[in-house]
């Protein structure tokens, strides 16, 4: 979640409504619940299952500072990379069923402006990691959910999506959706899963609808 200064105000709000409506979503299909990171908050939320607990765990969170939206990354893929090393491990010495018992992931990125940081040459690197070890086009997305009109942040945002698989010859693991103040079913759908299905990140939720 972008907590940069920038979102203070009516864009705080909607963030936090956009992120009530996703976790109450996303927790139907993972019992585990979803983990809420921040990019300047470095108090993190995990385990949060339904729309409720958003709301209280917002209460006394105000948006501060800029936005560093690759050094967050960098450390919550960091993170489960670490995960999916262990398991090629496991795998190349004969646990053949290591890299099954992990999990993908899904990292959602609700913001409101360009970063102050790189977040492209992170995405790369882990790319190219994935491809580098044959993980599955599904193991990891990365999806950026913009809210407000801010056309600087609308530019970076399609060129990180339209442009990086092109430009550094990698799998596509980014999507990007404009929050409009309200989550229909073809949005959400396009939000929990254009970072890993083609097919939604190019022609929408309603490619999955039925």
Do not use: C
Request: net charge negative.
């Amino acid at each position: 979640m972008d907590d940069s200064s920038s979102m203070a105000g009516s864009l705080w709000k909607e963030a936090k409504q956009a992120l009530a409506t996703l976790a109450g979503v996303a927790s139907q299909y993972d019992a585990n619940g979803v983990d809420i990171h921040f990019l300047n908050h470095y108090e993190s939320i995990t385990g949060v299952t339904d729309s409720k607990a958003v709301h209280e765990q917002f209460t006394n969170l105000q948006p501060r500072g800029p936005t560093p939206i690759g050094h967050r990354l960098d450390i919550i893929l960091g993170d489960y990379f670490r995960d999916l090393d262990a398991a090629k491990r496991q795998e190349d010495a004969g646990d053949y069923f290591a890299r099954k018992q992990i999990k993908p992931v899904n990292v959602i990125i609700i913001t409101d402006g360009a970063p102050t940081d790189d977040p492209e040459s992170v995405i790369v690197s882990f790319a190219k990691r994935l491809d580098a070890d044959k993980w599955p086009l599904a193991q990891v997305g990365i999806q950026f959910v913009q809210i407000g009109n801010s056309r600087r942040a609308t530019q970076f945002l399609v060129e990180l999506d339209d442009n990086l698989k092109q430009t550094h010859h990698i799998r596509d693991i980014v999507d990007t959706t404009p929050y409009i103040g309200q989550l229909n079913a073809e949005m959400l759908i396009k939000i929990l899963l254009g970072g890993i299905n083609r097919r939604v990140d190019t022609k929408g939720g309603a490619a999955v609808m039925y």
